[in-house]
């Protein structure tokens, strides 16, 4: 693995709209992290193939190792993909708000950038209990799938 510790880090959740792109100008050594994205992992997939188009080196991480890199004091900015923002807050894909809890707490900046406008709040349960197309929990068991959260304006300063 490369050594991040003279890096600092882009964190990069949700996915971004196609004129959202414009706005993200990182040099090219700059690290990005992907966060994936579960369910569906369509962050990781679309995000990635767009910075690789622009030459930048993604790397893809599970949506909970973020808190990780906050706690080696990597990250420098955290993005995130909004659907809608008010001064009260802002409308972000599912995992928004710990980013942004945890950005607050180390003091590193948080940018909201459009985002792909989904037309459902919540997901099919079955992409929760399965991946790749294997079933990952017994029969029987429910998933809950939300796919948007509120992040309020007090974490996004």
């Known amino acids: 693995m490369q050594d991040y510790k003279s890096h600092s880090i882009v964190l990069l959740h949700g996915v971004l709209a196609d004129e959202a792109w414009r706005k993200i100008k990182c040099a090219q050594t700059t690290p990005v992290f992907v966060l994936e994205g579960r369910p569906s992992l369509l962050a990781a997939h679309v995000n990635t193939k767009v910075l690789l188009k622009n030459r930048l080196r993604p790397t893809v991480i599970a949506d909970n ?93």
């Open 65 to 157: 190792m973020a808190g990780f890199l906050f706690y080696k004091g990597l990250v420098k900015e955290v993005v995130l993909a909004c659907q809608y923002a008010d001064n009260t807050g802002a409308l972000c894909d599912m995992g928004a708000l710990i980013l942004a809890v945890l950005a607050k707490k180390h003091k590193v900046s948080v940018r909201l950038l459009p985002g792909q406008h989904k037309n459902r709040f919540l997901g099919d349960p079955k992409e929760i209990l399965s991946f790749n197309g294997k079933r990952l929990a017994p029969l029987g068991v429910k998933g809950y799938v939300p796919l948007v959260e509120w992040v309020p304006e007090k974490y996004l300063k």
